[in-house]
C-alpha cells in the first residue's frame, strides 16, 4: 500500500507540487519517502527512510529542479526497512527509466532468476519493485531490437505489454523515461488504484498527473480526468501530449480493503466515493447490531477510518455517537507499522480514553477492521479502566483470515488473529462482552452500489480468492518463512497461546 505520484509540466517546475502531492499520500506509506524529478537532461534524485516531511527540506527545491517528477512514499511489502529500498528505482538502459510502484508481485522469484540469470541484470536490492523495472526495461529492449529506435513511445508500449505478460500480481507503475516523458501503467486486474487528472497550460499542451488517489490533485490545481483502466498504459510526451495504449485485456476488480482502511475518505477509487461506501458499510452493521439485541448506551467510533461508519450506524439505529477515545496526530497508523513491538508501544501513545463518555455505560466500539487484534484488544482495556460497563466491538469489515499478497502488509496467517479462531474465540482475545462483524456480502454491496460497472472486488484477505489466479500455496508458504516476515511476527503469540497473555511493551 504504497503511494504513488508523478507530474508532468510544461512551465513549472514540479518539486514542490510533488511535496504537497505526497503530503496528501502520506497515509498510504510512512516508511520512506522519495522524489525524482527530470530537467530534459539530468535526473535529480532525494530519498531516505522517514516521513515526506522530515525527508525533505527548503533546499531541495534547489536541487531537485526539473518539470516532470515523480514520487513515493513507501510502505514496505517485499523487500527490507533498508533505506537503500526507498523508491524511485532507476535503470540507466534503455533510455534511462526511473520507476515507482505501488503493490506486490506474486512471481518475484521466478523473475528474479531471469532478470540475474537469462538477462545477466544485477540487482541492488531485495525489492519486487526493482524487478518490475528491470522487467520492463529488458521488454523495452527486445523491442527497440524488433523495431528500431525511431519510434520510443511504440518501443515503450511494446514494453508495457510484454511485462504484462510477463508479470504477476498488482502493480500501478509510474516511470520517467529520459527524452521521452512519463509512462504510466496498472495491472490487468486493476487491484490498486491509480488516476490521471490535467491541467490547463499556456500554449500547445496540458500537464497531467498520476496518482494513487485523486485527493493529490486538488492542491495543485489538477482536475481528475479518470482512472487508468486495467491493462492500460499511458504516455505524456515532452510536449505535453498524452497518448493511451490497451497493452492487455483487462477486467476491473479493485481492492475492496482500500474502501475499509487504506484510502482517504475523500478520495474517489474507480468511480466510488471511499465516503459513501464507508456510509452504506455503516447502515449493514447498523441491521446486525440491531439483531444482536444489545443494550447500548453510546457508539464510540476508533479513530479516525471508522468514524463515517460510526456516525451511520448510530444515525440508523437512534443511538447518541460520541468521541470516547482521543487520538495523539503525532503517532502513526499502527496497522502499517514495520515490526509487533513497536505497533504495541504505539497503541497507548495513540489513543486515550474519556472517561466522562465511558464510566458506567455500555458503549459500542466501531473498528474499520480487526486485522492483528493489538490496537483494539489494549482499546478495549482502556475503556473498562475508563469505567465502561460493557464494551462491545462491531468492525465494519468482515474476519481478515487470509494473507494480502497484492500490497497490504498482512502476508502471514499467523499473524491474523481471525485465523483459525471463531467470532466467539475472538471475542474473548479481544476481552470483549460483544463482537460484531460485517458480513461480506453487506461490503461488497456497500462498494458496488458506487459503481455498478464493476463485477467483482479482490476480497482476497476476506475469502482467500485470489483473483489473478496465480497465488501457490508454494508462494505463500515463501511468505510464512521470509526474513522480514518471521523478524515481524517473532514476538506473535505461538498457535494455541492467548493473544492476551503477550506481554505489551513499555
Known amino acids: 500500500m504504497c503511494g504513488i505520484l508523478g507530474i508532468a509540466s510544461r512551465q513549472h517546475e514540479v518539486f514542490a507540487e510533488l511535496y504537497d502531492g505526497l503530503l496528501m499520500l502520506q497515509h498510504r506509506g510512512q516508511d520512506a519517502s522519495g522524489i525524482v524529478t527530470y530537467t530534459g537532461e539530468f535526473f535529480r534524485e532525494s530519498k531516505a527512510n522517514g516521513l515526506v516531511k522530515d525527508v525533505f527540506n527548503a533546499s531541495d527545491a534547489e536541487t531537485l529542479r526539473g518539470k516532470v517528477g515523480i514520487g513515493h512514499v513507501r510502505y514496505p511489502t517485499a523487500g527490507s526497512l533498508s533505506a537503500s529500498e526507498a523508491q524511485p528505482f532507476f535503470v540507466n538502459a534503455p533510455y534511462g527509466i526511473y520507476l515507482v510502484h505501488n503493490g506486490n508481485i506474486t512471481n518475484t522469484a521466478e523473475q528474479r532468476d531471469k532478470v540475474t540469470a537469462k538477462y545477466s541484470r544485477h540487482l541492488r536490492t531485495t ?215 513497536e505497533r504495541q508501544k504505539s497503541v497507548r501513545r495513540k489513543l486515550n480514553a474519556i472517561p466522562l463518555e465511558m464510566k458506567g455505560l455500555n458503549i459500542m466500539l466501531i473498528d474499520d477492521s480487526i486485522v492483528r487484534g493489538n490496537t483494539i484488544q489494549k482499546i478495549v482495556q482502556m475503556c473498562r479502566d475508563a469505567g465502561a460497563k460493557k464494551v462491545y466491538i462491531a468492525s465494519a469489515s468482515p474476519p481478515v483470515k487470509y494473507p494480502n499478497v497484492y500490497g497490504i502488509d498482512m502476508p502471514t496467517k499467523h499473524e491474523l488473529i481471525a485465523d483459525g479462531r471463531s467470532t466467539e474465540e475472538i471475542r474473548e482475545e479481544l476481552g470483549a462482552d460483544a463482537l460484531i462483524y460485517q458480513r461480506l456480502e453487506d461490503l461488497v454491496w456497500a462498494a458496488k452500489e458506487g459503481n455498478k460497472d464493476i463485477d467483482t472486488f479482490d476480497c482476497s484477505c476476506f475469502d482467500g480468492q485470489y483473483v489473478t489466479g496465480s497465488v501457490s500455496n508454494d508462494y505463500l508458504d515463501s511468505l510464512e518463512s521470509s526474513g522480514r516476515v518471521s523478524k515481524k511476527i517473532q514476538d506473535m503469540p505461538a498457535p494455541g497461546e492467548s493473544w492476551n497473555s503477550m506481554k505489551l511493551a513499555t
Open 127 to 341: 525489492s519486487d519493485s526493482e524487478i518490475l523495472l528491470n522487467v520492463l526495461a529488458d521488454k523495452i529492449s527486445d523491442s527497440i531490437k524488433v523495431n528500431g529506435t525511431v519510434d520510443p513511445i511504440r518501443n515503450l508500449f511494446a514494453g508495457v505489454k510484454m511485462t504484462m505478460e510477463r508479470i504477476q500480481g498488482a502493480y500501478s507503475v509510474i516511470c520517467m523515461v529520459a527524452g521521452v516523458g512519463m509512462l504510466a501503467f496498472r495491472d490487468p486486474h486493476g487491484i490498486r488504484p491509480l488516476s490521471i487528472a490535467r491541467r490547463e497550460a499556456e500554449g500547445d499542451g496540458d500537464d497531467y498527473a498520476f496518482a494513487s488517489e485523486d485527493v493529490a490533485f486538488g492542491i495543485n490545481g489538477f482536475e481528475k480526468l479518470r482512472d487508468v483502466a486495467p491493462g492500460e498504459a499511458i504516455l505524456i510526451d515532452l510536449d505535453g501530449n498524452m497518448h493511451s495504449f490497451q497493452a492487455v485485456e483487462g477486467t476491473l476488480t479493485p481492492c475492496i480493503f482500500e474502501y475499509v482502511y487504506l484510502a482517504r475518505p475523500d478520495s474517489m477509487l474507480d468511480g466510488i466515493s471511499v465516503y459513501k461506501t464507508q456510509l452504506r458499510m455503516g447502515q449493514t452493521l447498523a441491521k446486525q447490531i440491531i439483531e444482536a439485541d444489545l443494550e447500548i448506551d453510546c457508539i464510540i467510533p476508533v479513530p479516525d477510518s471508522a468514524r463515517p461508519v460510526a456516525l451511520e450506524v448510530a444515525n440508523s439505529m437512534g443511538i447518541r455517537y460520541r468521541e470516547g477515545l482521543v487520538k495523539n496526530r503525532y503517532i502513526g497508523r499502527t496497522f502499517i507499522m514495520p515490526g509487533q513491538a
